[in-house]
């Protein structure tokens, strides 16, 4: 399946499309349901073409069914052969993490003040020059950061030796971990960051088709 300008391929292992009701709007367009265990989109293949961004928008549609205390992973690139991932998580007290760490070391480590709600929620980070921003239904959310602060630009480019891109598991030294339990829908990959009110308009109205738009995977085919 081609999205975004015919650069993104999608190998979908184990998943099934499902219906739910979303926090703003019925997600009945068809999504990519995760069981938290073998379950995940490989777009290896295609890290080559995000790379080189230094500024950027990532965004999801995410829904948490996780009731453990496990680090369940949305989205991640890495350097698959070793420890030095860049991935966004739901952490295993509930609060949303984001680790950027090029050669293994935290250029930016985040984690959000409130849990992530139970249903589905859009969630975006966006990053440029002049810093980070994470939103949760089209609202700016705060945080804590451990490594980094909000003025830290932390992208792809950052990162050393990409060479794995997933949907819904981390892969780091050689193996998989984190596995996503629940449903990951409309994954977006901007080459700008976008402002609180664009994030806002895509959480309320779905993602922009424009020019920054360079990676998009809306899962209503289930592939």
């Not at 190998?11 to 709007?25: D, G, L, N, P």
């Not at 290896?44 to 069914?65: P, Q």
């Not at 409309?186 to 920054?212: K, Q, R, T």
């Amino acid at each position: 399946m081609e999205r975004a300008r015919n650069k993104v391929l999608m190998v979908v292992v184990c998943v099934s499309i499902c219906t739910a009701f979303a926090t703003q709007e019925v997600r009945a367009s068809g999504f990519l349901w995760f069981d938290g265990t073998e379950d995940y989109v490989n777009l290896d293949a295609h890290v080559g073409d995000y790379a080189g961004l230094s500024n950027g928008t990532i965004c999801a549609w995410i829904r948490s069914e996780e009731t453990g205390a496990l680090d369940d992973v949305f989205f991640a690139a890495s350097d698959g052969s070793t420890d030095a991932p860049m991935y966004f998580e739901k952490y295993r007290d509930g609060r949303i993490k984001i680790r950027i760490a090029p050669g293994g070391i935290s250029r930016l480590r985040w984690f959000s003040t409130n849990t992530l709600p139970e249903g589905w929620h859009h969630f975006a980070y966006a990053t440029d020059g002049s810093g980070n921003s994470m939103y949760l239904d089209g609202q700016q959310i705060f945080g804590t950061y451990e490594a980094g602060n909000s003025s830290t630009n932390a992208f792809f480019s950052h990162m050393t030796g990409l060479d794995s891109m997933r949907v819904g598991v981390l892969p780091k030294n050689n193996s998989l971990s984190g596995a996503w339990k629940g449903g990951i829908d409309e994954v977006a990959i901007y080459d700008v960051a976008l402002s609180a009110a664009e994030v806002n308009e895509i959480s309320m109205h779905g993602v922009s088709i424009v020019p920054e738009l360079v990676g998009y995977w809306n899962f209503d085919e289930g592939e």
